[in-house]
């Protein structure tokens, strides 16, 4: 079946630097990824939405500044959390569209912890 | 806003036991409803699904029933297997697609043989 490659799965970073997330469609082309973001004992909250060439659409009460989307190819759509705060720590799921079928394949989740 | 409430867990059970995992749901209009598995190590992966009142989606030996009536689309398993052991979360679709869902905070089953 249709795979969604999500790199690293474990992350953990001094408060300040910046990480950045992969997502990869491994076997289809991604129209449409999805970025989700769970705390502890919590829902995955839908962070934002992005389509391949065009800018992301935030959720309310997400900052775009601090939470960068970059979905340039059909692939491959990246997350880059930047200056990281210790309230940033949580588990980062992506999700994928594909383009042909229109099913949603889920990464596996990357878990940021910010020291 | 649109919600889901999903029991909370974690649930333990032995091999063959019934299960039961309740989910409820807040929406306007008519969603589509999901359950999602998450297995160890995995993504999510879509389970099974129901698109309108009355529907009954089913795999693997688990279904669910879309109930307007009582906004509800419990999961339900006969008889469980080790195998089974992993993380459910219930979600619904707004405006009846999976454009962008909405989840509950998922249910960490583990069935011991």
């Known amino acids: 079946g249709a795979v969604v490659s999500q790199h690293p799965s474990r992350v953990i970073c001094k408060s300040g630097t910046s990480v950045k997330i992969e997502c990869r469609s491994l076997?289809?082309?991604?129209?449409?990824m999805f970025w989700y973001r769970q705390f502890p004992k919590q829902s995955l909250m839908l962070m934002a939405t992005?389509?391949?060439?065009?800018?992301?659409?935030?959720e309310q009460g997400v900052e775009k500044d601090k939470f960068l989307i970059n979905h340039a190819s059909l692939t491959l759509s990246t997350l880059t959390v930047t200056s990281a705060h210790p309230e940033d720590s949580s588990f980062y799921i992506c999700?994928?569209?594909?383009?042909?079928?229109?099913?949603?394949?889920f990464g596996s989740g990357t878990q940021l912890s910010v020291l | 806003g649109d919600s889901v409430t999903q029991m909370e867990g974690p649930v333990t059970l032995s091999e063959e036991a019934f299960l039961t995992i309740n989910c409820t749901y807040t929406?306007?209009?008519?969603?589509?409803l999901f359950w999602y598995v998450q297995y160890p190590g995995e993504g999510l992966q879509l389970l099974l699904k129901a698109t309108k009142a009355d529907d009954k989606g089913s795999n693997k030996g688990f279904e669910a029933t879309y109930r307007k009536e009582t906004t509800s689309f419990h999961l339900e398993k006969g008889s469980v297997q080790v195998s089974d052991s992993a993380v459910y979360f219930c979600a619904l679709g707004s405006q009846g697609g999976s454009e962008k869902l909405v989840f509950g905070k998922g249910t960490k089953l583990t069935v011991n043989p």
């Open positions: 992005s389509n391949e060439g065009s800018k992301a659409t935030y």
């Open positions: 999700s994928a569209r594909d383009g042909a079928s229109e099913k949603l394949f």
């Open positions: 076997d289809f082309q991604a129209t449409t």
């Open positions: 929406a306007t209009g008519y969603p589509s």
